[in-house]
C-alpha cells in the first residue's frame, strides 16, 4: 500500500511532504467552490467542479475538448473519454452544478466544439497543461488555509473516490469510476487494507 504522505529533514526533498496526496473534505470542497463562486472566477469554478466529479487523471482532465462533455449541443449529464494513461474508456458524471459551470464558461469563452475546454494562455500550447494545473490546484487548497505542499493534482482525483467509498463500501464501483484495470489498484489509490477490499468485493459480488 502507498505511504501516507510524512516528511523528513534529512530526505533529499529536504521536508518536502511526500506520498499519497490526501483527498478534499467535503466542508473543503463546498470552502472552495463558494470562494470561487463569490469571486467570479468562472474557468476555475468549471475546472474544480468538473475536477471533482470527473475523477480524471490531470493530463486527460486538462486535454479535455467542448465535444467531450457538450456532444450535441447542452452539456451532457454523463461524459466518455478515453484514458492516455490506459488507452480505455472511463466514463463520469456530470451534477448540475457542474453543468451550470462548464456551461457558462463555455458561453462565457463563446468556445466551439472543437476547441479545448480549458485553452492555454500560453499561445504554445493549446490547453492547460498539467503543471498550470497543479499550480491552480494549490492555488485551491491555500484559498480555504491549507497547506498547499500536502494537496495535488491526485487530490482532485481522489476526493469524490473516496467519498463515493466512504459512504457506499462498494471498491468495485470506485474501481470503475477511477478506469483502473485491476482492484488492487483502487485498493492502494484510496489506501484501504487489501483484506478489507476484498471481503468487501466478494459481499458486493453475492
Known sequence: MEKVATTSASAPNNGVLRGR??????????????RLQIARRARDLALFNLAIDSKLRGCDLVALKVRDVAPSGPVASRAIVMQRKTARPVQFELTAQTRDAVSAWIAARRLRQDQHLFPSRIASSPHLSTRQYARIVRRWVASIGLEPSVYGTHTMRRTKATLIYRRTRNIRAVQLL??????????????????????????TDA
Do not use: F, M
Not at 181 to 202: F, M, N
Open 21 to 34: 496526496k490526501p483527498p478534499l473534505k467535503s466542508q473543503e470542497i463546498w470552502a472552495i467552490r463558494v
Open 178 to 203: 477511477l478506469g483502473h484495470t485491476k482492484l488492487e489498484s483502487t485498493v492502494r489509490y484510496l489506501g484501504i487494507e487489501v483484506d478489507d477490499a476484498l471481503e468487501i468485493s466478494e459481499q
